[in-house]
């Protein structure tokens, strides 16, 4: 699906502090989201606006984040 060329994160953690940093920034327009990529076993950034529809397991995720 096009994510070869792609940063890529090992953890939750590390793509979350990423997308901190550059959503902080003032002369960010539109804001970046991370997804989980079953093919390369890790994180991906996508703009807000390409994301794509959802596969079942990052529903999962999604359910999961939502639990403390
Ligand atoms: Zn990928």
Redesign the pocket.
């Known amino acids: 699906m096009g994510?070869q060329e792609?940063k890529?994160f090992k953890s939750k953690k590390m793509v979350e502090t990423f997308i901190d940093q550059f959503n902080k920034d003032p002369l960010v327009k539109e804001t970046l989201v991370s997804y989980w990529?079953q093919?390369?076993d890790g994180w991906?950034v996508s703009r807000e606006s390409n994301k794509r529809p959802l596969k079942w397991y990052e529903i999962l995720e999604q359910l999961k984040k939502k639990i403390p």
Do not use: A, P, V
């Open positions: 994510c792609k890529r990529c093919r390369h991906h």
